[in-house]
């Protein structure tokens, strides 16, 4: 664990709140008691994490960025109708940021001042979950986590504007490593549409994200999120989405994920009250040497709830993709639907797929359903588009691009679309 | 049928009557037989003292003794989603024969030596072997406790080049065969359990199936557990030769005790080139009372592998016993275009436990494996699927369709599935589906108002839950299945 000692060194000198320190105390003490989890670890059995620990990380240095720089980040990551909240290398940059039109009901705090004014919201969503449970890279953010976001969107208020957080890395030089924690809280009967981008903007920089974002949906409550990560080619992203559902709420997921030389994603749903439902879409197209693993969890405490999972992937070259979809249905949660159903197509030589679909039932009143499919394009389907003079690189793409494009549809918000579809038209580019 | 006034809710039978329902476990008896074992315990004596009874030539005794070396260094596997309690390997004896039966592979001449008590025994148990009444189109190979008592329709089989015999008699006389496939499939460093039973495993049967041989008979081994403090560790080989085909079953049953005893076989499998083996199981061990007292803990290693091209392996099991099942019938597929196939059914009913399920190993090119799993858990019971698909870069166009369905009967029950796929020939293509849930009320509206009990509702709907399974049994079998499904459920439900 001495990679990270640059970074664990500071915690003693921290002057923050007292229970914010014994937070991060006991998440740095957590997080000791696992250390980086090893092929050995059921969770871990498909991703084999020494390529992680190869490097020695530290935190990134405030450098003050060129015109030049800023320029290239809002024209890349940043659309002008949204609410954009701009980290660079792990830290809030207000200047790129655009809190100042936020309408009403809607709160966008920086963690540090929601620490400051009123930590009561951030303790109660905390309190939902056992540390003692939290996974490693869960409790290495909890004790390292700096900078970060609280949204809170009030009761009855449906926010009209995309609320866009993004985290940019470009690093240069040193290897980096950025710990933010988002947190987005809805009260009863309000609305949101939240996007959550995680990008590089070089493919050779090498670096760590551990991002982790906590989201409490009250009753009644929707919540379109959508997470993309496009890291750098030689980056690490760990990131991991809680969300714990009251009664009647929905959230409607969607997941890209398209770089990074190993990209974890865990999603963990809690559904906590009747009549909750979960959509969680998903999408991963990698190439080259990368490594994308989907981990989804979706927890039925109580009776009447659904949950929906899609999720597709397409691999290149020498990809790996890995896929472990969790259903778990407690003994109180009957007249459960659940269905999951995990696709892959295989385009390159040497690409390799692990996927696990499990499901643990013990209520018996219950519809619960998986599936998982790997396979290749249809050779008849290519034919037809070759014989009507269609080359056989473009009808790969097109195929391709139809495979995709019925998960794209079922993103929530047009912008949000076309940003995704942006992220992800090199990689169906490369194809063929 | 009974009036439809008497029809009961589902789960609303007491636990009481449950138990004491005649059709609750009919093989429960002991028969009382003076017996020849060895002394409670496990060490390098005990290896000798079996080896010694035996008479075995020294590669087996090595063999043995390498096993029990590797196993000590070994720990107790506990990954499975049950939980086990201790097991005292010193506290049972590795080897309890009954007195009567010529020791040493010497084995009876004709099933008219046996001893009268043991062919009354596995009459009871709907397996006569005497002459006069044993069934006709099937060959069974009785083993009682730690030996085979003996076996039938030898003779007629050896006509066509068919060696089947207790494992025993083919150390002794098919030396060379056994000891060229013994441990080349499941070696005996592969696991904890198959370390144990390479180190003392006591009898077990021996089927070889020359070079284009269609075998005649059905071949078939009753494997049954009578005495206390005792466990069965039996090993089984099948080799099938070029071109020739066998269809194998197996049965088990045991005393209704309070202590858990272990069964922990190995069971081999080897098909070379376009030879087919059909291994069907129906496995009802003594599953423990309605509290999880006593019951088999069936620890199973079986594992067959297509060595030859165009090879097929397929593995039909019906588990409906044992207080804890434990194993994965597995197919090597590395000859090219052989096939896999996997059905089961698995009925949990008290707290009995199991985790079942496949290994399907892609090695070949154009390999293709079929899995189709049932399973059913009632009252507390816990049933688990795991399964393994696993393409090899090797194994181009390999083609894999799983299909894993459970069914709940009653709310403190569980079924979890844990299909693992690991694919690494991107020109593979695989399908996996399951599916859990609980018996339609609907289906079961439609039955009962066409005169149906709740009971006999409930048995035609699992039974056309299960029909895909029991239509890979061999037609006795199938029967036998059904009943024994309709036998389990009946405490459960109506």
């Known amino acids: ?432 | 049928m009974r009036k439809p006034n008497e029809t009961k809710l589902l789960n609303e039978k007491t636990i009481e009557e449950n138990v004491l329902t005649s059709r609750d476990y009919k093989y429960g008896f002991y028969t009382d037989i003076a017996t020849d074992r060895i002394p409670k315990g496990l060490s390098e004596e005990t290896i000798h003292l079996i080896c010694d009874k035996k008479k075995e030539p020294d590669w087996m005794r090595e063999w043995r003794l390498k096993a029990y070396r590797h196993w000590k260094t070994m720990a107790e596997p506990h990954w499975p989603n049950f939980k086990y309690g201790p097991i005292d390997y010193q506290g049972v004896s590795y080897y309890s024969a009954p007195k009567k039966v010529k020791a040493a592979g010497a084995g009876p001449k004709s099933m008219t030596e046996v001893d009268p008590e043991l062919v009354k025994a596995f009459e009871k148990l709907g397996i006569p072997l005497s002459e006069q009444k044993r069934l006709s189109g099937v060959a069974v190979d009785a083993v009682f406790d730690s030996v085979s008592v003996g076996t039938t329709h030898q003779a007629e089989l050896a006509k066509h080049g068919v060696i089947f015999c207790s494992m025993t008699e083919a150390i002794r006389h098919h030396g060379d065969l056994v000891k060229k496939y013994m441990g080349s499939v499941v070696p005996y460093s592969d696991n904890f359990f198959a370390a144990l039973n390479a180190a003392v495993f006591s009898d077990g049967s021996f089927c070889y199936i020359p070079k284009g041989v269609m075998c005649p008979l059905e071949l078939s081994t009753y494997f049954r557990i009578n005495a206390a403090e005792s466990g069965q560790f039996e090993r089984t080989l099948i080799v099938a030769e070029e071109g020739s085909y066998v269809s194998y079953l197996e049965g088990c049953t045991a005393p209704m005790r309070d202590e858990n005893q272990l069964h922990a076989a190995v069971v081999e499998l080897i098909a070379l080139d376009d030879a087919q083996i059909k291994y069907s199981t129906v496995q009802n061990w003594y599953s423990g009372d309605k509290e999880g007292r006593g019951g088999i803990y069936n620890f199973v290693t079986k594992r067959g592998k297509c060595l030859g091209r165009r090879s097929k392996i397929s593995w039909t099991q019906v588990e409906a016993g044992a207080a804890i099942t434990w194993k994965y019938p597995s197919c090597i597929l590395q000859g090219d275009e052989s096939v896999g196939e996997f059905y089961s059914v698995a009925l949990t009913n008290h707290r009995m436990q199991a985790d079942t399920g496949t290994k399907m190993i892609h090695i070949g090119k154009k390999t293709r494996s079929t899995v189709v799993s049932k399973g059913i858990s009632t009252d507390e019971s816990n049933n688990n699927y795991r399964g393994l698909i696993k393409i090899l870069p090797s194994a181009d166009g390999a083609r894999n369709f799983s299909q894993c369905d459970s069914m709940l009967v009653g709310n403190k029950c569980s079924a979890n599935t844990f299909p693992y796929i690991e694919v690494r020939n991107s020109t593979a293509v695989m399908e996996h589906e399951a599916s859990t849930s609980k018996i339609s009320a609907e289906q079961v509206f439609y039955l009962k108002s066409r005169g149906l009990d709740m009971e006999e509702a409930v048995s035609l709907i699992i039974n056309g839950f299960c029909k895909e399974v029991f239509k890979e049994l061999p037609m006795e079998f199938a029967v036998e299945a059904v009943r024994l499904l309709e036998m389990k459920l009946g405490g459960s439900v109506g």
């Open chain 1, 1 to 432: 664990m001495e990679q990270l000692d640059a970074l664990t060194g500071p915690l003693a000198k921290e002057t923050s709140p007292g229970w914010l320190r014994q937070t991060r105390q006991a998440g740095l003490a957590r997080f000791r008691q696992l250390g980086i989890p090893t092929v050995k670890d059921e969770e871990w059995k498909y991703t084999n994490l020494a390529p992680l620990t190869a490097y020695r990380y530290a935190p990134a240095a405030r450098s003050a960025l060129s015109p030049a720089q800023r320029k290239d980040i809002l024209d890349r990551c940043v659309s002008k109708g949204d609410l954009n909240i701009v980290f660079v290398n792990g830290a809030l940059d207000k200047e790129l940021s655009s809190f100042g039109k936020i309408a009403g009901g809607v709160e966008i705090l920086p963690l540090r001042d929601a620490v400051e004014n009123d930590p009561a919201p951030l303790q109660e969503i905390w309190a939902r979950y056992d540390p003692q449970k939290d996974s490693a890279f869960v409790a290495l953010n909890k004790a390292l986590t700096q900078e970060g976001i609280y949204i809170h969107i009030k009761d009855k208020t449906i926010a009209d504007q995309v609320i866009h957080v993004v985290h940019v890395t470009q690093a240069a030089g040193e290897q980096i490593a950025a710990f933010p924690h988002t947190f987005i809280r809805l009260d009863r009967s309000s609305e949101a549409t939240v996007l959550e981008t995680h990008a590089g903007l070089n493919d050779e920089s090498i670096y760590f994200a551990d991002p982790v974002t906590d989201i409490l949906i009250g009753e009644n409550a929707t919540l379109h999120y959508s997470k993309a990560q496009k890291e750098s080619l030689k980056a690490f992203h760990m990131g991991t989405t809680r969300v714990w559902q009251k009664r009647d709420s929905t959230f409607d997921g969607f997941s890209l994920a398209a770089g990074g030389a190993i990209a974890r994603n865990n999603l963990d749903i809690v559904l906590d009250g009747e009549g909750a439902s979960a959509i969680l879409n998903g999408l991963y197209s990698v190439y080259q040497e990368q490594l994308v693993d989907n981990h989804t969890s979706v927890d039925h405490r109580v009776p009447n709830a659904t949950s929906n999972q899609l999720y597709k992937g397409v691999l290149n070259d020498a990809a790996r993709a890995v896929f472990n979809g969790k259903i778990f249905v407690r003994p109180a949660a009957q007249k459960t639907n659940s269905y999951q159903l995990n696709k892959n197509l295989l385009l390159g030589k040497d690409c390799r797929v692990d996927t696990k679909p499990q499901l643990e039932i013990f209520a018996d009143d219950v519809k619960c359903t998986h599936g998982a499919t790997i396979g290749q394009l249809d050779e008849d389907e290519l034919f037809y588009l070759q014989a009507r003079c269609i080359s056989r690189k473009d009808a790969v793409r097109l195929l391709t691009q139809g495979f995709v494009d019925d998960l794209i549809g079922k993103i929530p918000g047009e912008s949000i679309r076309r940003r995704i579809s942006r992220l992800l038209a090199p990689t169906i580019e490369a194809l063929g």
